[in-house]
């Protein structure tokens, strides 16, 4: 079986994609990260990137977003990528980027989709959601991507239950390492063949 080659999208610190490489790295994940590619300059997950010898590149999405998505498309095809994983990605993915990989784009969300999904519904705004409601039990989800934010349908989901004695930070701090796991439990599932691109909903 050939080795899975991924590329990366990331718009702050990206840890499940971290936690995917240092997965390749320990031999528990047969697949490559080819790139990485941030909307933001300042992003500290480019030189994690490149620190890691990963290819890595900013695409700035502010602006002419047809030119961003051209670009984008044109870097994701020359890297050779079969799918597309979102660590944090705080931006809207263009029609040709994702006609091109339809079925093989996908996100990591922290909470139980269908809620506390959309937009604007990110990081700690999240976990502020869940908490205000007095919900008993959130987690993480990975889903396709599709034109919608969190919308595109649920390949993988993992509980994290709620404490009484939890703030946001210690929900934050359990929902992100149930993505990071979760993530490479469904990229090892994909390699293994058990799910098999394209995705389709």
Do not use: W
Not at 72 to 78: E, G, I, N, T
Not at 131 to 150: F, K, M, R, S
Request: charged residues 20%; negative net charge.
């Amino acid at each position: 079986m050939k080795t899975l080659r991924i590329a990366a999208l990331a718009s702050n610190n990206g840890s499940s994609l971290r936690a995917i490489a240092e997965a390749i790295v320990a031999g528990e994940l047969d697949a490559t990260i080819s790139l990485l590619v941030s909307n933001r300059l300042s992003a500290p997950v480019l030189d994690y990137a490149r620190a890691c010898g990963i290819p890595a590149l900013c695409i700035p999405t502010k602006g002419i977003e047809s030119e961003a998505d051209e670009k984008l498309h044109a870097a994701l095809m020359d890297a050779g990528t079969e799918l597309v994983i979102l660590s944090g990605y705080l931006r809207r993915l263009g029609p040709k980027t994702l006609s091109a990989f339809e079925g093989r784009i996908l996100n990591v969300h922290p909470a139980l989709l269908p809620k506390y999904g959309g937009a604007g519904m990110y990081g700690r705004k999240v976990h502020e959601a869940v908490l205000d409601a007095g919900e008993p039990v959130t987690g993480a989800t990975i889903h396709l991507v599709d034109a919608d934010y969190d919308h595109g349908r649920v390949i993988a989901a993992k509980e994290v239950r709620i404490n009484t004695s939890d703030d946001v930070a210690a929900i934050e701090r359990r929902v992100m390492q149930a993505e990071c796991a979760l993530f490479v439990e469904t990229l090892q599932r994909v390699v293994t063949g058990e799910l098999s691109l394209p995705l389709y909903g």
